[in-house]
Each structure stands twice: as C-alpha cells, then as structure tokens.
C-alpha cells in the first residue's frame, strides 16, 4: 500500500499542500482516496471530494472527506457542478488534483480552482484534452504534472509508521492463493462497485 500511497504524496508535494490549503479532489478511485489521505497528512484544513459513483464518496466520507459531491458524466452539466463544489467548500478552491484524467474532469477542475490557484494532473485516462485553457491563464490558474513518484518512500513509510496516515480502510478484500480465489480476487478487482483494494493472504 506505500506505491498507490507514494503517488498522493508526489502530488501533495508538488503542489505545496498545508495547512492553508483548500483542496478539491477529482475522482474518488484508489489514487483520489490516498490522495486526500496525503493532503490531510500535510494539514490541509479542507478537503471536498467529487465522483459519479455514489459507493465511491461513500468510502470517502469515512475516509474524512470534508464533503462529498456526486456528478455526471455529461460535459454540458460543468457549470452547475462547479457552483456546487464551490458552494460546498465555502471558500477558495487553492489545489484541484484531477484523479481521473478526462477531459469533463480537467475542465472542471480547471474552473473550480480560484485565480492563483493549482490544478495538478494525476490520473492518466486521455492521452490528448481539449481544455478551456485560456481563461485558466487569465485567472493565473497554474497546471502541474504529476507522474507515479519520486523519492517519496520514506515520507509514506514515516506516515504510516506514525499513524498519521492509515491505509488499512482502502483494502475492502482478502483472498488467499488458491486458482479459485485468484480468479475470484481478479473478477472482484475488475468488477469496480465497492472495491478498492484488493488484497492476496500469502
């Protein structure tokens, strides 16, 4: 659990997060949940959490997601989302991370983020966007690339060591190493609904 841990570091690195930051986070998968669990690490005062699966901002409540806000899948339904992820933070948005890496997802995240602010890109899920970059640039809104990790291990083992960071609550299945429930592990791992992570007995 330290590798899917180290990329949310990585990220909360790379874009300064403390304890004055306000943090939207885009995608509640494996790396959105170790990514707000890294942002509180860091002190982040509050942390709001979108995604279209309701199972998925379930999990991150008890997680300790501030707030949750479920959205579609639909381009045209930005605008209304955005008013209501900044209506629930209550504040400026400082750091957006994108978990997810479509194009609804950048966009959103690059329209919720106040002026000055950062959108960091986590999730991979296009090779190519087509963004509303300019009036991200004209409200100085800065893009940031973060790419798996580096040199994040000790800080994660650290974290983990101290309890400041428990990563126990995202391994949501056990199997043991027998053909059946290998195959089972593999089915369950593919099938998404609730699983998060799951794991081998050896």
Known sequence: MCEPLSVGVHGCLRAS???????????????????????????????????????????????????????????????EEVTRIQNSMGGKINVTFDCAGFEKTMSTALKAT?????????????????????????????????????????LCLEFLRTGKVDVKPLITHRFGFLQKEVEEAFETSAGGGNAVKVMFNL
């Not at 966007?129 to 004209?138: F, K, N, Q, S, V």
């Not at 800065?142 to 291990?153: A, I, L, Q, S």
């Open 17 to 79: 997060i403390g304890a004055e930051t306000n943090i939207l986070i885009v995608g509640a998968g494996p790396i959105g949940l170790v990514t707000m669990l890294s942002a509180h690490a860091f002190g982040a005062p509050s942390i709001i959490i979108v995604d279209v699966d309701e199972q998925r901002l379930s999990m991150a409540k008890k997680l300790g997601a501030d707030d949750t806000v479920l959205v579609s899948t639909k381009a045209e339904d930005i605008e």
């Open 114 to 154: 106040c002026p000055g602010g950062k959108v960091c890109l986590i999730g991979m899920g296009h090779n190519e966007m087509t963004l509303p970059l300019t009036p991200a640039a004209a409200r100085e809104v800065d893009v940031v690339g973060v790419f798996y990790y580096k040199n994040t291990w000790p």
